[in-house]
């Protein structure tokens, strides 16, 4: 089991930058991949980016929508992922969801894929 706690949601403006972090507890963090997705009001649900379990084989995926805005990272020895939001657009305003699963690298972009989630941050950013 993995349990899952978002923070640093809030208000931000056009143009300027918002960190999210993930608080994970629970067994053997480092096995699996994490992920940010979030959902806009009255939208579904979208993968925002991932990172892989493996120093070795350490890979990063973005949506095309954050692709150089937004860099998501991992702590395993603290179990903790982040992203970093620079550049914020008043299209990003969601609420954001961590979320862990065990998969293959080409399968992280799926929500379906992902078995626990956290309750979510609500990130506002004003134009």
């Known amino acids: 089991q993995v349990q899952l706690v978002e923070s640093g949601g809030g208000l931000g403006q056009a143009g300027g930058s918002l960190k999210l972090s993930c608080a994970a507890s629970g067994r053997s963090f480092s096995n699996y991949v994490m992920g940010w997705f979030r959902q806009a009001p009255g939208k579904e649900r979208e993968f925002v980016a991932a990172?892989?379990?493996?120093?070795?084989?350490?890979?990063?995926y973005y949506s095309d929508s954050v692709k150089g805005r937004f860099t998501i990272s991992r702590d395993n020895a603290r179990n903790t992922v982040n992203l970093q939001m620079n550049s914020l657009k008043p299209e990003d305003t969601a609420v954001y969801y961590c979320?862990?699963?065990?998969?293959?690298?080409?399968?992280?972009?799926?929500?379906?894929?992902?078995?626990?989630w956290g309750q979510g941050t609500q990130v506002t950013v004003s134009s």
């Open positions: 979320a862990a699963g065990i998969m293959t690298i080409a399968r992280m972009g799926s929500a379906l894929q992902y078995d626990y």
């Open positions: 990172v892989s379990w493996s120093v070795r084989v350490r890979s990063t």
